[in-house]
């Protein structure tokens, strides 16, 4: 019965890894953007180790950045979306993505600094 029960809480473990890894947020610096192949060329650094990422974008996906509010009777700050092509090199942009087969895949690019 232990060892039953141990397979099952084993494979319940595992599968929760495995699902849990299916989104990974991705935060790095623009090194390139393809708006013909509709992808984004990001430099990540994760635990001391730098990669180069190519996320693709779904189609429709958004890509937004954050600007002060400048209507009357409005704070704080407001999504202003962007198209591809605004993106440039050197910026930093944080990517909710998905596996699908052996590519990172996104439907939003957050704008975290212009530089």
Excluded: C, Y
Excluded at 44 to 71: C, D
Excluded at 81 to 105: C, F, I, Q, R, Y
């Amino acid at each position: 019965m232990m060892r039953i029960m141990g397979a099952v809480v084993t494979g319940v473990l595992l599968l929760t890894t495995v699902v849990g890894a299916d989104e990974v947020p991705i935060s790095g610096t623009v090194k390139s953007v393809d708006a013909a192949a509709q992808t984004v060329t990001l430099e990540s650094t994760v635990k001391g180790k730098t990669r180069q990422v190519v996320v693709h974008l779904k189609p429709g996906a958004k890509i937004v950045k954050f600007i002060r509010a400048i209507e009357p009777g409005k704070t704080g700050f407001v999504e202003q979306p962007l198209a591809l092509t605004d993106l440039k090199p050197g910026w930093v942009v944080s990517v909710e993505t998905k596996h699908e087969g052996n590519k990172e895949v996104a439907e939003l690019v957050k704008v975290v600094l212009e530089r």
